[in-house]
């Protein structure tokens, strides 16, 4: 055994691989929607991930319910490229299938749909992960977006409030990355906390994973989890909580979940003594809900429902509840720091009253565009500086693009 407890690596000088104007980190739904907004808005762009497919926990996680883009009321609040991947999702399902959790769009959410059953009917679709995988990618790649898979996020260089390089190491080596902006869309705020942000942590993680099975020959889809949704709220849990910034932690998770997955699989078994029963495609992500999330200058709270913010970049409602919509503010988005950070998804700062709102797909995706097009505007305006960027001048692109900002939609609507 060593006693020591560091050692010194020797200081290098690292290659210079890449110079973008926006590096986005994590390629997750919302990472996708950030690389995708800055490339629309003439950016060059960057996207990396630690994995080798695109959609994170939305694919590699099996979550494949795009949860509601409508206040449950019959509004849709939340459009552009948050919608136009909600559709993606379900571009090449022909037919639903409840048992595998298939569902495209709703009828009445399509054009010339009956507005009265969007009241009743929400507007969600439930996805096959391996399509959106592929149709992700090709989306991405047609959007003009460089990605590197297999390429995991490692450090920042910073100089003068700013982060200039990303520090990423994969099969080629350690690198660096040059970047006037970048987003981070990594789920765990990896980026903000290694560039000195403050960030929180919630250790009331469980272990989870959604997997399919095939029962002689037939798809069905497993939600295995352990009860989450109260413990999370009243900080308390049935079973061991996990914080997923630690490695230890995220293996630990990982093999609890798996465990919980093999115990699905013989009460499966027991059920069905005469049916051919086979695991099949179990999630490659931890599925970790809530981990590490940035403290922006400001975070969005319970307390915002119904309250339209002169600040606001985008809008979401929530999956849980019919009725609320909340504004986004760009102070949501945005390191304090680092003048040219941007994040997005589900570690935007949004504290523990929300946290379980915020994280769902929708709001990755709107969060995304909405950061994904602060950065490269800032890179075009003010050379990165997000806290120079003047909020009308972004308000304006996200509604040309189809954004729904408007502050009629973020008051309670006639139940
Ligand atoms: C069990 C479970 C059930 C859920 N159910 C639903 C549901 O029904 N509907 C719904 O809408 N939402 C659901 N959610 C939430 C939702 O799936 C996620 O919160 C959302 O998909 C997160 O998107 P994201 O892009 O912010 O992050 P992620 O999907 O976590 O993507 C982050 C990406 O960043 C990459 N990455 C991380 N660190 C690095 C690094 N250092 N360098 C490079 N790449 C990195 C990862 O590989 C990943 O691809 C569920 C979540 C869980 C865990």
């Known amino acids: 055994m060593h006693s020591i407890s560091t050692i010194r690596e020797p200081s ?17 739904v919302a990472g996708v929607a950030a690389a995708v907004a800055a490339a629309r808005a003439g950016a ?17 996680g099996n979550v494949t319910v795009w949860l509601p883009i409508c206040d449950g009321r019959g ?54 992960p391996g399509a959106y995988l592929l149709a992700l990618e090709e989306w991405l790649l047609a959007a003009g977006v460089k990605l590197l898979y297999d390429t995991r996020a490692c450090g920042v260089h910073r100089a003068r409030h700013r982060i200039t390089h990303l520090i990423v190491e994969n099969k080629s080596g350690r690198s660096a990355l040059a970047c006037r902006a970048v987003v981070d869309a990594t789920g765990d705020a990896d980026i903000c906390h290694w560039a000195g942000e403050a960030t929180e942590t919630l250790d009331s993680n469980v272990a989870s994973g959604w997997f399919y099975y095939l029962l002689d020959g037939a798809l069905h889809l497993s939600q295995t989890s352990h009860p989450y949704s109260a413990a999370l709220l009243a900080g308390e849990l049935t079973s061991r909580g996990y914080r997923g910034d630690d490695a230890d932690d995220v293996t630990a998770q990982l093999i609890e979940s798996r465990a919980l997955i093999r115990r699905d699989l013989s009460r499966l078994a027991i059920l ?5 029963l086979q695991p099949f495609a179990p999630p490659t992500l931890p599925c970790l809900r809530a981990t590490r999330r940035l403290v922006g ?106 954004n729904l900002l408007a502050p009629g939609l973020v008051a309670a609507a006639q139940a």
């Open 272 to 276: 069905h003594p005469a049916g051919t």
């Open 12 to 28: 290098r000088s690292l290659p210079v691989t890449g110079a973008y104007d926006i590096v986005v980190a994590g390629g997750g």
């Open 75 to 128: 509004r849709q609040v939340i459009g552009g490229i948050a919608e136009e991947l909600l559709r993606l999702s379900v571009r090449d399902l022909k037919q639903d299938d409840r048992a595998a959790g298939l569902m495209g769009v709703p009828s009445c959410w399509e054009a010339g749909g009956d507005p009265a059953a969007r009241v009743a009917t929400r507007f969600i679709a439930r996805f096959n």
């Open 44 to 60: 060059t762009v960057c996207l990396i991930d630690k994995m080798c497919a695109l959609g994170g926990l939305a694919t590699l």
């Open 297 to 402: 200058a400001a975070s969005l709270r319970e307390a915002d429902m119904h309250v339209w913010r002169d600040d606001a970049a985008c809008l979401t409602g929530d999956w849980r509840r019919r009725g609320p919509v909340f504004a986004i503010t760009l102070d949501m988005l945005r390191g304090v720091t680092n003048r040219n950070l941007a994040c997005a998804g589900r570690c935007i700062s949004a504290d523990c009253s929300i946290w379980d709102c915020t994280r769902a797909i929708p709001t990755c995706a709107v969060t995304g565009e909405a950061a994904g097009t602060a950065a490269a505007l800032a890179v075009r305006d003010c050379d990165g500086d997000l806290h120079k960027l003047e909020i009308g001048s972004l308000q304006t692109a996200l509604r040309t693009r189809g």
